[in-house]
């Protein structure tokens, strides 16, 4: 069974880049039956989907986060990995990593594993 | 970009059927996908393409899509089935997911 973890500092500063890893276990990053997304939920809120990459390195991105945005893919070591620039307060959330299956005619795109999440706290 | 409309709260009897729409302007055209997610836990995929049901979720949960209006039905609600639960399309005009804004089963 597939396993995903989320890793990386638990506190960033205002304007700084928070970068995160998730590292999938159980399974390769490198099929091609898959794609890797970030998604996020501050507290007491709904979740926000960030952005998906395939092993690949082909990316869609969120379009109100799009400008800050990096996803990159690491085969060797079965991670991926998010940078988004420019913190604010407002970016503070619980951040998961989550697989989703490639469908055919790209009908549809769900998340049928999660990683547990990580809190990040932007801080002034 | 598309927008999914959830109630904010849905509210049942223990043995009861749950009904928790999500609304979208011609959702019927999508597939959908619902997650439940209790307190302090990641969200788990429950339901996917409208209607299919992942390995390990129970038969009491179902889902239909149709017109402007899809649906997750839980059957004999049990109180382990309190928590958030929220809608997902993948917007093909965009190239994203989009997700609705969560609606809390509270089982009295």
């Known amino acids: 069974q597939v396993h995903l973890q989320e890793s990386g500092p638990g506190l960033v500063k205002s304007s700084q880049t928070l970068s995160l890893t998730c590292t999938v276990s159980?399974?390769?990053?490198?099929?091609?039956?898959?794609?890797w997304s970030w998604i996020r939920q501050p507290a007491g809120k709904g979740l926000e989907w960030i952005g998906r990459?395939?092993?690949?390195?082909?990316?869609n991105y969120n379009p109100s986060l799009k400008s800050r945005l990096n996803i990159l893919v690491d085969t060797s070591k079965n991670q991926f990995s998010l940078k988004l620039s420019s913190v604010t307060a407002a970016d503070t959330a619980m951040y998961y990593c989550?697989?989703?299956?490639?469908?055919?005619?790209?009908?549809?795109?769900?998340?049928?594993?999660w990683g547990q999440g990580t809190l990040v706290t932007v801080s002034s | 970009s598309y927008v999914l409309t959830q109630p904010a709260s849905v509210s049942v009897a223990p043995g009861e059927t749950a009904r928790i729409p999500c609304g979208g302007k011609?959702?019927?055209?999508?597939?959908v996908n619902w997650y439940q997610q209790k307190p302090g836990q990641a969200p788990v995929l429950v339901i996917h393409?409208?209607?299919d049901r992942p390995s390990g979720i129970p038969e009491r949960f179902s889902g239909s899509n149709s017109g402007n209006t899809a649906t997750l039905t839980i059957s004999r609600v049990e109180a382990g089935d309190e928590a958030d639960y929220y809608c997902?399309?993948?917007?093909?005009?965009?190239?994203?997911?989009?997700f609705g804004e969560g609606t809390k089963l509270t089982v009295l």
């Open positions: 989550a697989r989703g299956p490639v469908v055919p005619a790209a009908l549809t795109n769900y998340f049928d594993f």
């Open positions: 159980g399974g390769s990053i490198s099929s091609d039956s898959y794609y």
């Open positions: 990459i395939y092993t690949s390195g082909s990316t």
């Open positions: 011609n959702i019927g055209s999508k597939s």
């Open positions: 393409y409208d209607t």
């Open positions: 997902q399309v993948w917007d093909s005009t965009t190239d994203h997911v989009e």
